[in-house]
């Protein structure tokens, strides 16, 4: 299979309409969350999670916490894609934290909701730049998460893309491993492709992101990696652009710079 067709097997589809109910509107909702994260529209997403934050805390328990922390965390990672770097990034991933733990309580152990605090609690490790003691800090509230998150996550593309990444764009000893960040995309993408297959009637609000985000992290990869290779950047990007057709970072920001990089550059 084509890189392009398994892009577009990743690619949102449309799906005939049902009768109007607490369901739809949740479906609505999500589905604005994530078009907001991928224009990254952060005005939109604060507003989501206020929206979100309006319905009946009893209907969709752990999903409606899980989109809230959702909302906040990408609203931060888009702000790391502006100039001057806004100043809530912390805000956000902090008070994103806390919609996950709450979805963790009602739902124990649920892999989704772990994926999202690691995720955020890496960003707040970046954010904390030489301030060591709070670093330290950081890593012992978040690594014991992480672990489980590596050890249960081996055929979930959300785990694989957020550890694919740890493991090129950290610090060594905990990254800085091209072939093993690679080597775990990759799988992040069969993940997703086996996961679209196995489930593609699944509620709308059950996470299911993550193939896209692999393409896109891929991408990166092999666009900054020491030895670039522009033709392996290229055909990751497209196949992102291809499953989220307006992924601003992608389209504005990551493929000009791929671009950029000399023919030849491997």
């Given at each position: 299979?084509?890189?392009?067709?398994w892009?577009?097997?990743?690619?949102p589809?449309?799906?005939?309409?049902?009768?109007?109910?607490?369901?739809?509107?949740?479906?609505?909702?999500?589905?604005?969350?994530?078009?907001?994260?991928y224009?990254?529209?952060?005005?939109?997403?604060?507003?989501l999670?206020?929206?979100?934050?309006?319905?009946?805390?009893?209907?969709f328990?752990?999903?409606?916490?899980?989109?809230?922390?959702?909302a906040?965390?990408?609203?931060?990672?888009?702000?790391?894609?502006?100039?001057p770097?806004?100043?809530?990034?912390?805000?956000?991933?902090?008070?994103?934290?806390v919609?996950?733990?709450?979805?963790?309580?009602?739902?124990p152990?649920?892999?989704?909701?772990?994926?999202?605090i690691?995720?955020?609690?890496?960003s707040?490790?970046?954010?904390?730049?030489?301030?060591e003691?709070?670093?330290?800090?950081?890593?012992?509230?978040?690594v014991?998460?992480l672990?489980?998150v590596q050890?249960?996550?081996?055929?979930?593309?959300?785990?694989?893309?957020?550890?694919?990444?740890m493991?090129?764009?950290?610090?060594?000893?905990y990254?800085?491993?091209?072939?093993?960040?690679?080597?775990?995309?990759?799988h992040g993408?069969?993940?997703?492709?086996?996961?679209?297959t196995a489930r593609p009637?699944?509620?709308?609000?059950?996470?299911t992101?993550?193939?896209?985000?692999?393409?896109m992290?891929l991408?990166?990869?092999?666009s900054h990696?020491?030895?670039?290779?522009?033709?392996?950047?290229?055909?990751?990007?497209?196949?992102a652009?291809?499953?989220?057709p307006?992924?601003?970072?992608?389209?504005?920001?990551?493929?000009?710079?791929?671009?950029k990089?000399?023919?030849?550059g491997?």
């Open positions: 299979m084509t890189l392009f067709v892009a577009l097997a990743l690619a589809m449309d799906v005939p309409p049902a009768p109007p109910c607490a369901g739809d509107r949740m479906s609505a909702i999500v589905a604005e969350v994530k078009s907001a994260d224009r990254g529209d952060r005005a939109a997403l604060a507003r999670e206020g929206i979100l934050d309006e319905g009946d805390g009893g209907s328990g752990e999903y409606r916490e899980y989109w809230k922390g959702f906040l965390w990408r609203r931060a990672l888009n702000g790391f894609n502006e100039t770097t806004p100043s809530d990034l912390a805000e956000d991933l902090e008070k994103a934290i919609h996950f733990r709450r979805s963790l309580d009602l739902r152990n649920w892999i989704e909701a772990r994926i999202g690691v995720g955020c609690g890496a707040l490790l970046f954010l904390a730049g030489n301030d003691a709070k670093k330290q800090a950081l890593r012992k509230e978040f014991p998460m672990q489980a050890k249960e996550g081996g055929e979930n593309p959300r785990a694989l893309w957020l550890i694919g990444g493991q090129f764009g950290a610090p060594p000893p990254g800085g491993d091209l072939a093993k960040a690679t080597a775990t995309l990759t993408l069969a993940a997703a492709w086996s996961e679209s009637s699944s509620s709308p609000w059950v996470p992101w993550g193939g896209a985000e692999n393409l992290n991408a990166y990869i092999w990696a020491s030895a670039p290779n522009k033709s392996q950047a290229l055909a990751y990007a497209q196949g652009i291809t499953a989220a307006d992924w601003h970072y992608v389209k504005d920001i990551l493929l000009p710079q791929i671009q990089l000399p023919e030849t491997r």
